[in-house]
C-alpha cells in the first residue's frame, strides 16, 4: 500500500499536496532540503525535525540540518552526529521507525549530546532514485505521546515527493550554472556591440547638429544632452566591466545577482536591485551567508504571497549592513510576528545584534528592512581596498 493511500484525514491529505506543491516549487538544493523539514514538522506536530544527508559510502552522515532549534543550541550541537544509535538504524536499516516514551539522554539514541530531550521520535528515509540520500528525523510530538500511523504515512508520502524536488534542484543547478555564465557574456557583448555604438553615432550626431543652431539656448540644451549620454555611456561601459568582472568573482554583490537570477521564475518577475557601499569587501563570512539567506526567504514570499508586479530590493554596508525588500502587493496578510520563514530571519538577525521590521511599502505593499552590526575589521578594511 502505498503512503497516499493510508491517510485517512482529508484535511491532512490536502495540506500534503500543498507541501508537496511548495517543495516541487523550489529550486535551490539547500532551500529544497530545509523546505522538507519545515513541511514535515507542521504536517506531522513535531517539535523538532532534521535531515541527515548520507555520504557516498552510505555508513555516515554528510550534512545534518535541524529546525525548530535555537541559536543557541545548533551552534552547541556543532559537529554532525556520528550515525549510531537510532540514527544507525536508520541509516543500516532505510525503514521506518517510530519510538515514544524515550527516556534517556538524545546521546545515546545517536543525537548530538546538546540536542534538546526527545520524547517521541519518528524516522523515514528520502530516496532519490531508489537509493537512500538520507534520513528525515522528527522528534517530540507536540500533542500526543508519539507519532500516529497517519503521522508516519505522511512523512513517507513527502519524502517520497521530496526525492523528485531534490533531484530537479540538483539538475536545476548544473543547467543554471551553464546558462548563467551564457546570459551574461550575451548581456555583455550586446551592451558593447549594439547600445553603446548606438548611443555613441547619436551623441556624434548631435555635435553636427549642434554647430548648425544659432539660438544659443537651443545650443546649450543639446550640449546638456551629449553630456548626458556621455555619461549614460561611461555609465553602461562601466556595467559591462561588472558583468565581465563576476563571471569569476566570489563576493557579496555577485551572490546577491546570481540568486536574483534563480528565484526569478518563483517570483514571477526580475526584481530592481541596487547597491550601496563596499558591499564586496564588508559582507563576507556569516554576515553574508545569513543576509542570501534571509533574501532567499523574503523574495519566495513575496513569490508566493504578495501578488506583487514589482519588487526593489536594495542592499547597503556602512556601519551595519541594511538589507531593504519592497513590493506594491497586497501588503502583510500576517502579524508583525509572521510566520516560521518571519521568525526564522528575525531569529537571524537578533542573533547577529541586530533586527527585522515590517512595514508598509510606498506602493502600498510590504517592506522588510532586515539589518545588523557590520564588524568594525570589515569596515576599516574595505575601506583601505578602496584607496
Known amino acids: 500500500m502505498q503512503p497516499f493511500d493510508r491517510i485517512d484525514d482529508p484535511v491532512k491529505l490536502r495540506r ?3 507541501a508537496i506543491m511548495i517543495l516541487d516549487g523550489e529550486l535551490s538544493l539547500p532551500v529544497v532540503l530545509r523546505r522538507l523539514i519545515e513541511e514535515a ?24 540540518l535541524t529546525v525548530g532549534l535555537d541559536t543557541e543550541a545548533e551552534q552547541a550541537i556543532g559537529a554532525r552526529p556520528t550515525g549510531r544509535g537510532v540514527l ?23 543525537f548530538p549530546s546538546h540536542h534538546p530531550t526527545m520524547t517521541s521520535f519518528l524516522g523515514v528515509p528520502v530516496r532519490v532514485h531508489g537509493e537512500v540520500y538520507g534520513n528525515l528525523y522528527l522528534t517530540n510530538k ?7 500511523d497517519d503521522d508516519e504515512a505522511t512523512a513517507m508520502a513527502l519524502a517520497m515527493a521530496a526525492g523528485i524536488a531534490i533531484e530537479n534542484a540538483r539538475l536545476h543547478s548544473v543547467v543554471r550554472d551553464h546558462t548563467l555564465t551564457e546570459d551574461r ?27 548648425m543652431v544659432d539660438r544659443p539656448e537651443v ?23 561588472d558583468l565581465e568582472v563576476t563571471l569569476n568573482q566570489d563576493g557579496f554583490r555577485p551572490k546577491v545577482l546570481d540568486l536574483i537570477h534563480e528565484l526569478r521564475l518563483v517570483i514571477g518577475m526580475h526584481p530592481q536591485v541596487t547597491f550601496s557601499g563596499p558591499v564586496d569587501t564588508a559582507i563576507v563570512g556569516t554576515h553574508a551567508n545569513h543576509a542570501l539567506t534571509t533574501l532567499r526567504e523574503a523574495l519566495t514570499n513575496v513569490g508566493k504571497h504578495a501578488s506583487a508586479s514589482d519588487v526593489v530590493v536594495t542592499i547597503s554596508a556602512g556601519e551595519e549592513l541594511r538589507l531593504v525588500v519592497a513590493d506594491n502587493g497586497r501588503g502583510l496578510i500576517t502579524s508583525v510576528d509572521g510566520g516560521l520563514g518571519i521568525k526564522n530571519m528575525r531569529h537571524r538577525a537578533e542573533s547577529l545584534g541586530g533586527g527585522l521590521d515590517l512595514g508598509t511599502s510606498r506602493e502600498g505593499g510590504t517592506r522588510l528592512i532586515w ?17
Do not use: W
Open 88 to 110: 544507525g538504524t536508520l541509516i543500516a536499516d532505510a525503514m521506518p521507525l517510530r519510538l515514544r516514551n524515550l527516556t534517556e539522554s538524545p546521546d545515546s539514541y545517536g
Open 41 to 64: 514538522c507542521d504536517l506531522v506536530d513535531a517539535q523538532y525535525g532534521a535531515l541527515g544527508v548520507l555520504s557516498e559510502n552510505h555508513l555516515t552522515l554528510d550534512q545534518f
Open 185 to 211: 557574456d550575451r548581456i555583455a557583448r550586446d551592451l558593447h556591440d549594439s547600445i553603446i555604438q548606438r548611443l555613441f553615432a547619436v551623441g556624434l550626431s548631435l555635435q553636427g547638429t549642434a554647430r
Open 142 to 148: 507536540k500533542n500526543a505521546e508519539e507519532f500516529s
Open 219 to 241: 545650443a546649450n540644451r543639446i550640449d546638456e544632452a551629449i553630456e548626458k549620454l556621455d555619461e549614460t555611456i561611461r555609465q553602461l561601459r562601466t556595467a559591462i566591466f
Open 16 to 18: 500534503l499536496v500543498q
Open 371 to 387: 539589518h545588523i552590526p557590520l564588524k568594525e575589521s570589515d569596515r576599516e578594511s574595505s575601506t583601505e581596498s578602496e584607496l
